[in-house]
């Protein structure tokens, strides 16, 4: 099958929708597919074989962030081409709402399209202003895929329709093997109590909705009661910011990673003895909790709906209430004590995981393809041409 998949943010940026556009796609591949990819990029940044620049993104509010998105006449141009010269059995599109390339492909491209639908929020009045622009581009997805049930609320509420309950994948046994990051011993089955532990994060630091300011806090206190503590941190940001906001006699015990590589952040999720995950709100799935259950991870999360059901309320991994930072630092402190407690959540998470696994995922996606696609195939829509 010849598939074409639109991702919406750029690729260059970390994101859990564009892990989970590259992950599908080489899953795809894997399994005998021609697969292309477009995507924002800019034109000289690296991309892999399968994928195409839609030119570059630039940043735009968008559900409680700031996403990195491409729209105009460049961009409806390159998807235009890629469309035509595609010659595509099935056409992806991904957050198909959202004002990006999504968008985009759906007003250029007529046949069997299929829409995956990522984003959770209690409202947006961008959404209901845009409704009635959205739904001539959104009547032409013949399948619709929602990444959990938060997901699939949202488009059910805001825009109409339903969808097929597919969740986000994970390639599982890329994450279930690896040695700590240097200067890191790796999980220990023992009690820390004052002597030592880890804990760690992964995510935009400068992206408030994370909640890193959350276990900041909840450090501030574990970190004066357990003088061997230390906290990891990984993900896009300004170290010098998050190290300014933690009381100078602790800083020395927060490591700063930024931005890592893929193989670091696996080494990262095996470096903690907790793996903290202290999101504010406007999460539809969390695919941070399904690396870190890969990576066999004790796991400590808010308890926003989409964490829960990842975790299977509690039993892959501990929750606390969302925001409450000295819960978080009790919680988190009952964990360090508890290494009988940690070893049955590494293990519950490592059973539990295994329903997102991509091998997993991709079939019940090309079960959809299989629904929408027919004689007809992915054309160039004559409207406005």
């Not at 959104?138 to 309950?165: C, F, M, Q």
């Not at 999980?187 to 992206?207: C, H």
């Amino acid at each position: 099958m010849r598939i074409g998949i639109v991702c919406p943010y750029t690729w260059n940026v970390p994101g859990g929708v564009q892990q989970h556009v590259r992950d599908l796609a080489e899953a795809l591949l894997a399994s005998g597919h021609e697969v292309s990819v477009i995507t924002p990029s800019d034109d000289d940044a690296p991309l892999p074989y399968y994928a195409v620049s839609a030119g570059r993104a630039v940043p735009v509010p968008y559900n409680g962030s700031v996403a990195r998105l491409s729209f105009g006449f460049l961009s409806a141009g390159r998807v235009r081409r890629w469309i035509r010269e595609g010659d595509f059995d099935v056409l992806h599109v991904h957050e198909p709402a959202a004002p990006s390339l999504g968008l985009l492909a759906c007003w250029a491209a007529d046949g069997p399209i299929v829409g995956t639908f990522h984003a959770s929020y209690e409202r947006s009045r961008m959404v209901s202003v845009t409704a009635p622009i959205l739904q001539s581009a959104l009547e032409k997805i013949t399948g619709r895929i929602a990444v959990s049930e938060a997901a699939r609320n949202t488009l059910v509420e805001h825009l109409g329709g339903d969808a097929v309950l597919i969740p986000n994948g994970v390639a599982v046994e890329r994450y279930a093997m690896a040695d700590p990051l240097p200067g890191w011993s790796g999980r220990t089955e023992r009690a820390y109590g004052p002597e030592g532990g880890a804990l760690g994060f992964l995510g935009r630091m400068d992206e408030p909705r994370k909640g890193l300011q959350v276990l900041l806090r909840a450090f501030e206190t574990l970190g004066r009661e357990r003088p061997g503590l230390r906290l990891l941190l990984a993900g896009p940001g300004d170290a010098d910011d998050v190290v300014a906001k933690v009381s100078p006699e602790l800083r020395d015990r927060v490591v700063v990673l930024g931005l890592i590589s893929e193989e670091d952040k696996i080494r990262a999720y095996h470096s903690v003895d907790v793996f903290v995950a202290p999101n504010l709100g406007g999460e539809s799935f969390g695919i941070v909790l399904t690396e870190a259950m890969s990576a066999g991870a004790p796991i400590l999360a808010s308890d926003i709906e989409a964490f829960r059901r990842v975790l299977l309320d509690g039993r892959a991994g501990a929750v606390f209430p969302v925001g409450d930072a000295a819960a978080l630092a009790q919680a988190a402190g009952e964990l360090l004590d508890d290494p009988s407690r940690r070893k049955q959540l590494s293990a519950e998470a490592r059973t539990a995981v295994r329903a997102y696994d991509w091998s997993t995922v991709a079939r019940d996606v090309l079960r959809v393809y299989e629904t929408v696609v027919g004689s007809d195939r992915v054309v160039e829509s004559g409207v406005g041409a």
